[in-house]
Structure formats: C-alpha cells, structure tokens
C-alpha cells in the first residue's frame, strides 16, 4: 500500500536539476513521477523510480543528499470532480496532506495521485473505507 | 603521564622563582645583544636593572608581528647565524613571512616540551605517532616529530594531505596517535565514513589537535566520529612552535602552559594592560629560556583566558583556556564583536548540523550583511521544505539570541564547502573597508 520515494536536496542553481537526471540517466534508472518544490535558497526535488536502491547509490556516490519517505499512490478518476472526492474524504478523516503532486496514465481513465502524509497510516485506513484504490508499491513502479 | 615530573609539578612559589631568575637573565641578554631590543627598551624608558623579578615584566614594552617583519629576516636572532642550527617561518599571508631560529639547545628544549607534551595525551614509548602536521617551515610538523622522538615512541612523518593514504596507513601499522589541524581530523573522519572504515577497527586512542581555533562541540564531534580522546595543543612558530601549551588527559579542560620555559599574561587588547588571572582577554608570552630568538611579550593576538585552578593531573602550571578567537579574526558585524568560533558554537549545538561551515561577509549600501552557508546533511535532510526552512530559522533564530547577530542562513549541497587540509577558512569577507 506504501510506495518508495526519494527525495534530493538541491541548490538553487542552475545546471543541478539537469545534474540529477543526468547521473540517473547514465545509470539505467527510470523515472516514474516526480515533483520538484522549490524556495528561494534550494529545491527538494521528489522522485518515485523503478530501482530505489541504485538510484539512491548513484546520486550519493555522486555526492547528493538523498531522503527517503514513503508516500501514497492513489487511483483517482480522470474527470471533473475525481480530486474533490477523495480530498473531501481525507478533509472528513481529518487527515492533513503535506503534499501532493499528480500524473495522469496512457490510458487516460485514471490519473495517479502521490500524497505525503503525516500520518500515513491513518491515512491508508480513512481511504480504504471510503472504497478509494490505493496502488500498491509494484503497481506504481510498472506504470 | 608526567614526562619531567619535578619540573611540572613544581611548586608556585619555587616556579616562580625560577621564572623571575630566567626572565632577568633573559633581559639583560636580549639588551645586550639586539639593538631592536635595546632602543625598544629606551623609548619605553626601561633599563635591564628595572626588571628583578616577573612582577616588572608588565614593565617591559610589548613585540608584535610588526616588530619581527621589521627585523626580517634574522635581525632579533640574539646569537651568530653559525649557532643556529635551523629555521623556521611562518605561512606570510600578509607580507613576509616572519623567521624564527633556533640553537641545538632550542631544538632539545623544544623537543622536550613537545615530549612533555604527547606524555600529556597519554603516549608513551610503544606508541605509533601517526604526524600529519605539515613538514617544513611551518613548525607543527618538524616540532612533533622531535618531540615524539625524544619520548621514545614510533614516529610516521605523514605530513597532510593524500587522505586515502594517510588511512591506509592508519590500518597497516596500527596508528594510535593522531596529530593535525582538528578541520582535517574531521576530514579524515568524513573519508572514513565514506569508505566504510569502522573507527573502532583503528588502534587510535588519542588525536592532538592544534594550529587553529576549535570548539568543544567540535572536540565532541571528533570523539564520536573518530572514537579517541581529542585533546588541544597550542603552539606558534614567534614562541617555539607546537608544545607552548597542552591539555592533560586527567582534566581535558585548558591547556597547561610549560611556565618553566614561557611565561604567559592576559592583557586588554586595546589598552595592553594586565588583567587579572580569570579574565578574558590577549594572550602574551615571554620566553625565558630560547638562546636563538627569544622574545619579550609577544602578542599572540589569540583571545583566551588563564585559569589558575589546580588541575587533577598534579601539573602545577596554570592552564589557558582554548583560544576562542583571534583579535585579527574578529568580525565587526554592524558594531557587534564576533569570532567565527561563537558561530561554530551556535551551529553544533544545533542537533546534527555538519562542523562544515563558511562564513561570508558583505556590505550592501552601508550595511554589513552575513551570510551563514550549511551543508546539509542526510541527517537533517527531509523532503518537506518546511523541515528545512524550519531549520534555517532555527540556526537564524540562535545567531540572534546568542551573539545578537541577524545573519542569513544558506543550506548548501555536501562538500560544496572546501575541505581543509590545514587550517580550514572560515571566512569569507568580500567588504572593502
């Protein structure tokens, strides 16, 4: 139910976003989602990628500083109202999103949201009842 | 362990003694024999005769690195070049270096001392000094070496620098002696780390750190990186070179002056009156017993202290306490007085920060700013921006409560920060004053 993420410290300069993909590129990884939030002094830049392990090697061998979280992937309907619904439900549990960033699949039924949640847990539970599709961790990484 | 028992746990009043015979010796010596010292002494209006005991010295007027450029490179040398059987100089960042000298004499005194001292850290014969003080005109390297001669123990002369080696070294003859600059114990503890060499395979017990100011956050930080006792030394080239002073393993709180050989005052550096034992204030010394270049109340320009508390070692020399600045180093940010070494203060006392740090000081219009630049490590890293941001107000928020200082804080990538081989810099000043 839980999905891998890492998450790269980066500063705000130009040339280090391309300096990431670039050594991930070299070292066969794919990427499966990504969000980059950014301040004025640095960037986090959030990953979900097919070799967590090889990937977190070769950006710290490259000396990056890596993180590691876990995050939620969740199957929402790609029409009007889809995000509103499950947004509504956490809202109801009580349940506070850190963030969230979101992808849409070839197909173009479904789009997949990632959260970050506190309390993930918690979370997984307010949205299994509400009969919300949660991905499991193999079902993201073969998207 | 004591290395001359007798002479370090001589009584005061006898220690005295022996200083205030040494330092009329020494007057009449220099006045004698240099005319720097002789005209210094008239303009201060000062004979040799005026100076019975250590009680006149604050009589005497002072020498500066002024003085020692002035007479470069070997007008202060109170014996014939063909008495001196080496020199030293120190780096020259600013102008010329300046040149010391010393005697066969000079270089067993200071061999003893620095014996005196490694015995101060626990060593001993059977000890595998591992020297990774620079070789050459610089003191640390050469002055260590004698010393852990003279003790009896294994010296490596590594010298700084080539990391990978120094640790493969390390392993292979079962260093237990670490001797650098502290930023370079934490560079080879970094590389340690990275390498996957478990400090505890190491046979190091004890690293004696000097030649720049530190921390005792630091000294924590190396303990546990590098599983030793981490001990301070002081020393400069104008006085002898290493082994001036040193921290006792019994007390590890300020170092021990060698008084039979130096004798140590605390002046205020803007008046150049004494102060009282306890105070904080300019380090100055007097050495009493160098036949090549002695030297009369130098300043050191080191900020520190003298505590004249006994110490459980049974050494009866006072001890001065770690030096937490330099008068030449210190910041004038906005009218507030500030020592890179207060920063480094509030920034290990954040839980997890890296000793890796930068200062960089500008002026905007007509005001100074500081900026506070922090690698940011896996331990403090998060994915959340207001972790990090939090952080940053965190360390903002202690500069300003602590030195009352308003300082930016900027988190950088890993080893953006240079890594030191010797004596790290701290600070960046880009103002034109």
Same mark, same amino acid.
């Given at each position: 139910?839980?999905?891998?993420?890492?998450?790269?410290?980066?500063?705000?300069?130009?040339?280090?976003?391309?300096?990431?993909?670039?050594?991930?590129?070299?070292?066969?990884?794919?990427?499966?989602?990504?969000?980059?939030?950014?301040?004025?002094?640095?960037?986090?830049?959030?990953?979900?990628?097919?070799?967590?392990?090889?990937?977190?090697?070769?950006?710290?061998?490259?000396?990056?500083?890596?993180?590691?979280?876990?995050?939620?992937?969740?199957?929402?309907?790609?029409?009007?109202?889809?995000?509103?619904?499950?947004?509504?439900?956490?809202?109801?549990?009580?349940?506070?999103?850190?963030?969230?960033?979101?992808?849409?699949?070839?197909?173009?039924?479904?789009?997949?949201?990632?959260?970050?949640?506190?309390?993930?847990?918690?979370?997984?539970?307010?949205?299994?009842?509400?009969?919300?599709?949660?991905?499991?961790?193999?079902?993201?990484?073969?998207? | 362990?004591?290395?001359?028992?007798?002479? @370090?746990?001589?009584?005061?009043?006898?220690?005295?003694?022996?200083?205030?015979?040494?330092?009329?010796?020494?007057?009449?010596?220099?006045?004698?024999?240099?005319?720097?010292?002789?005209?210094?002494?008239?303009?201060?209006?000062?004979?040799?005769?005026?100076?019975?005991?250590?009680?006149?010295?604050?009589?005497?007027?002072?020498?500066?690195?002024?003085?020692?450029?002035?007479?470069?490179?070997?007008?202060?040398?109170?014996?014939?070049?063909?008495?001196?059987?080496?020199?030293?100089?120190?780096?020259?960042?600013?102008? +010329?270096?300046?040149?010391?000298?010393?005697?066969?004499?000079?270089?067993?005194?200071?061999?003893?001392?620095?014996?005196?001292?490694?015995?101060?850290?626990?060593?001993?014969?059977?000890?595998?000094?591992?020297?990774?003080?620079?070789?050459?005109?610089?003191?640390?390297?050469?002055?260590?070496?004698?010393?852990?001669?003279?003790?009896?123990?294994?010296?490596?002369?590594?010298?700084?620098?080539?990391?990978?080696?120094?640790?493969?070294?390390?392993?292979?003859?079962?260093?237990?002696?670490?001797?650098?600059?502290?930023?370079?114990?934490?560079?080879?503890?970094?590389?340690?780390?990275?390498?996957?060499?478990?400090?505890?395979?190491?046979?190091?017990?004890?690293?004696?750190?000097?030649?720049?100011?530190?921390?005792?956050?630091?000294?924590?930080?190396?303990?546990?990186?590098?599983?030793?006792?981490?001990?301070?030394?002081?020393?400069?080239?104008?006085?002898? *070179?290493?082994?001036?002073?040193?921290?006792?393993? @019994?007390?590890?709180?300020?170092?021990?002056?060698?008084?039979?050989?130096?004798?140590?005052?605390?002046?205020?550096?803007?008046?150049?009156?004494?102060?009282?034992?306890?105070?904080?204030?300019?380090?100055?010394?007097?050495?009493?017993?160098?036949?090549?270049?002695?030297?009369?109340?130098?300043?050191?320009?080191?900020?520190?202290?003298?505590?004249? @508390?006994?110490?459980?070692?049974?050494?009866?020399?006072?001890?001065?306490?770690?030096?937490?600045?330099?008068?030449?180093?210190?910041?004038?940010?906005?009218?507030?007085?500030?020592?890179?070494?207060?920063?480094?203060?509030?920034?290990?006392?954040?839980?997890?920060?890296?000793?890796?740090?930068?200062?960089?000081?500008?002026?905007? *219009?007509?005001?100074?700013?500081?900026?506070?630049?922090?690698?940011?490590?896996?331990?403090?890293?998060?994915?959340?921006? +207001?972790?990090?941001?939090?952080?940053?107000?965190?360390?903002?928020?202690?500069?300003?409560?602590?030195?009352?200082?308003?300082?930016?804080?900027?988190?950088?990538?890993?080893?953006?920060?240079?890594?030191?081989?010797?004596?790290?810099?701290?600070?960046?000043? +880009?103002?034109?004053?």
């Amino acid at each position: 139910m839980k999905v891998e993420q890492i998450s790269v410290f980066l500063e705000n300069k130009s040339g280090r976003l391309a300096d990431v993909t670039k050594v991930l590129a070299e070292a066969g990884i794919n990427l499966r989602a990504l969000s980059l939030a950014d301040t004025a002094d640095f960037g986090i830049l959030r990953l979900i990628v097919n070799d967590i392990e090889k990937a977190k090697q070769v950006l710290k061998d490259n000396s990056f500083t890596v993180g590691r979280t876990e995050v939620v992937a969740v199957e929402v309907e790609d029409k009007p109202g889809g995000m509103a619904k499950i947004l509504g439900v956490l809202d109801k549990g009580g349940i506070n999103v850190e963030y969230m960033y979101a992808f849409v699949q070839k197909s173009g039924e479904h789009a997949i949201i990632i959260f970050r949640f506190d309390a993930l847990d918690e979370a997984i539970d307010v949205l299994s009842n509400a009969g919300i599709r949660i991905l499991k961790g193999e079902e993201v990484l073969s998207l | 362990m004591i290395f001359e028992k007798d002479l @370090e746990t001589l009584p005061r009043e006898k220690l005295e003694a022996l200083q205030s015979e040494r330092l009329v010796s020494l007057v009449e010596r220099v006045h004698d024999r240099v005319p720097y010292y002789k005209e210094q002494m008239k303009a201060a209006g000062v004979k040799p005769s005026d100076i019975k005991s250590v009680k006149d010295l604050h009589k005497l007027p002072f020498t500066t690195k002024e003085d020692l450029r002035k007479n470069y490179p070997f007008g202060l040398f109170t014996v014939p070049l063909d008495q001196v059987v080496r020199v030293h100089a120190s780096s020259g960042t600013t102008g +010329k270096p300046t040149v010391v000298g010393y005697t066969k004499n000079d270089i067993d005194t200071w061999a003893t001392l620095m014996a005196r001292s490694l015995a101060a850290g626990g060593a001993g014969p059977g000890d595998m000094i591992h020297n990774s003080y620079g070789y050459g005109l610089f003191t640390g390297g050469l002055g260590a070496h004698y010393g852990a001669e003279k003790l009896g123990a294994t010296v490596i002369p590594m010298s700084g620098g080539q990391s990978k080696r120094q640790l493969m070294v390390m392993q292979d003859f079962g260093s237990t002696v670490l001797l650098c600059t502290p930023s370079y114990a934490l560079n080879l503890a970094e590389i340690m780390e990275e390498s996957g060499i478990d400090p505890k395979s190491l046979k190091l017990k004890v690293g004696i750190f000097g030649a720049e100011p530190w921390s005792e956050p630091m000294r924590t930080e190396i303990e546990r990186r590098m599983d030793l006792d981490a001990l301070n030394i002081y020393g400069l080239s104008e006085v002898m *070179g290493p082994g001036v002073s040193m921290e006792c393993l @019994e007390g590890k709180r300020g170092l021990h002056v060698f008084e039979d050989h130096f004798i140590a005052e605390i002046i205020d550096p803007a008046t150049g009156e004494p102060l009282p034992p306890g105070e904080t204030g300019e380090l100055v010394f007097t050495t009493i017993t160098k036949e090549a270049f002695p030297i009369i109340r130098y300043r050191t320009k080191d900020i520190t202290r003298l505590m004249t @508390e006994p110490c459980a070692c049974g050494r009866t020399f006072y001890r001065m306490d770690r030096v937490s600045g330099r008068t030449d180093d210190m910041l004038i940010i906005r009218g507030v007085n500030l020592f890179p070494s207060q920063i480094e203060h509030v920034l290990m006392s954040v839980d997890e920060v890296e000793p890796h740090y930068q200062l960089i000081v500008e002026r905007q *219009g007509s005001l100074d700013t500081i900026e506070v630049q922090v690698e940011v490590s896996e331990k403090v890293f998060s994915d959340e921006v +207001k972790v990090l941001e939090g952080l940053s107000k965190r360390i903002q928020k202690d500069m300003k409560d602590l030195l009352g200082i308003t300082a930016t804080v900027k988190l950088v990538e890993p080893k953006t920060i240079q890594r030191s081989e010797g004596k790290a810099q701290r600070v960046i000043d +880009k103002r034109k004053l």
